[in-house]
């Protein structure tokens, strides 16, 4: 049973397909909507598949929204991921359903009922997700998807009706058959381009937020092998304890970007190297997943993780977690934690190394899906006012950026235009206007 509240700020309104009319505002619109950030007791590797039989050797997080699809709106919860290539759904007569007595609500998180809408329409295709861990199969539909005031009028959804899926809006690219959220809200002219920033627990669709990285903001292209799915990855060139390199000879390596895993997943060689830096004299479960004692790593212990110019050092103790065997009342005196950086034993499919949300939350980082190319930057940590400046189409779209060393390609040298301010624009359904919405922005704040 998934638990916790937290909230998701929508900022500068809606995204429409269908004609919207904009009003122009000294500030951004902000707009609250439901959005959840839960610790559930998992297997972390398996999360995908929902198998039952769950591991309880570690917690972690996962980031869902409060979003509607269909006509009257059906409520479900969903979760975001960088990794996917779609948006689906479970249907309402799913096999991951059936087994709830309320096939409706599905265990917590609803499931969607085609034949309830009167906006939905049934595409002449079939629908089929398989990332080694997960198949799914089912059908297409078009309808109306809401996540706060952001709306699509005709968003492509797979419908899930075998499998054990999660709802589910994929940010990253998409495919011949699917649309990420982030494509449909360029489409329709919502944001200049599919682009978005990530920092904490916050993503900002179609612009950027300076007050929250430190400059310089580095820029590196995509890279993709011949047997990877073409994903939010780049070459990480070297990783270090107490900045130590570890098998520098064995770098660059690829690096994805995966918001549904809350752990960071390395070649085993690299791993064990990591394990005997940090302290860690265990033997890896199943899960790559090696366990310490607390107080073995020092107050100031970093952890450095480098992409070409850009070095980022990262507290050692922010790759601890605690014992989830105990409760809350003994964490401050049990010694044992767990090492958040692991073997990637189940995740290869993915590439070498899986950055998981303890090491995105961070950092700053700029997914530009148009030009291929990740922008990254260490996190400001200071109080500031928030300084958004917006996406634009073309090469160089993310301003303020500078080439980083080990990039290639259509990346431009030195560093690019500051940008254009955000003023904020306000979005009412229904009518058309030529100006474009700067930003829509995604808070979500622990409680």
């Not at 309104?13 to 902000?30: I, K």
């Not at 699917?178 to 920092?199: E, R, V």
Request: hydrophobic share 40%; net charge negative.
């Amino acid at each position: 049973m998934r638990s916790g509240v937290s909230w998701l700020f929508a900022l500068a309104g809606a995204a429409l397909v269908n004609g919207f009319s904009s009003e122009s505002r000294d500030a951004p619109a902000v707009v609250a909507v439901p959005f959840r950030h839960d610790r559930p007791v998992p297997n972390q590797l398996l999360k995908r598949s929902k198998i039952a039989d769950i591991a309880t050797d570690f917690q972690w997080d996962v980031y869902n929204v409060n979003i509607t699809l269909g006509t009257p709106p059906q409520s479900l919860i969903a979760i975001f991921s960088t990794w996917g290539n779609g948006c689906w759904v479970t249907g309402v007569n799913s096999s991951d359903c059936s087994v709830f007595t309320d096939t409706t609500t599905c265990g917590g998180d609803g499931a969607y009922n085609r034949t309830l809408s009167t906006s939905a329409k049934l595409l002449d295709e079939k629908f089929s997700y398989d990332d080694s861990s997960s198949q799914l199969t089912g059908e297409f539909v078009t309808d109306v998807l809401t996540i706060g005031d952001a709306k699509v009028n005709d968003m492509k959804m797979g419908v899930a009706e075998w499998g054990f899926p999660s709802n589910t809006i994929s940010l990253g690219y998409g495919n011949t058959s699917s649309t990420s959220f982030t494509q449909a809200l360029a489409d329709s002219g919502a944001i200049n381009s599919p682009a978005f920033s990530m920092w904490s627990n916050m993503i900002l669709f179609g612009g950027i937020n300076k007050a929250k990285y430190e400059e310089p903001l580095y820029t590196f292209p995509i890279v993709n092998g011949s047997d990877l799915t073409k994903a939010l990855r780049i070459n990480m060139t070297g990783i270090s304890v107490n900045e130590t390199a570890m098998v520098s000879d064995k770098f660059p390596l690829d690096a994805v970007f995966d918001i549904e895993v809350d752990m960071t997943y390395v070649p085993d060689y690299l791993a064990k190297a990591l394990f005997a830096q940090i302290g860690a004299t265990g033997v890896p479960d199943d899960n790559g997943q090696v366990n310490l004692s607390c107080s073995s790593v020092g107050e100031n212990a970093t952890i450095g993780f480098n992409f070409g110019d850009l070095n980022v050092q990262l507290p050692a103790w922010s790759f601890l977690s605690g014992n989830p065997d105990i409760g809350e009342s003994d964490y401050e005196t049990d010694d044992l934690c767990y090492f958040t950086i692991c073997e990637n034993k189940e995740l290869q499919n993915e590439g070498s190394i899986v950055l998981g949300t303890n090491f995105i939350t961070l950092v700053y980082s700029v997914f530009d899906l148009e030009n291929d190319e990740i922008s990254l930057a260490g996190r400001n940590w200071n109080a500031a006012s928030d300084d958004i400046v917006e996406i634009t189409t073309g090469k160089n779209a993310v301003p303020g950026t500078t080439a980083g060393s080990n990039s290639t390609g259509s990346n431009s040298t030195g560093t690019k235009s500051a940008g254009k301010k955000s003023a904020g624009i306000r979005i009412e359904v229904g009518m058309r206007a030529g100006a474009l919405i700067s930003a829509i922005a995604l808070w979500c704040f622990v409680l």
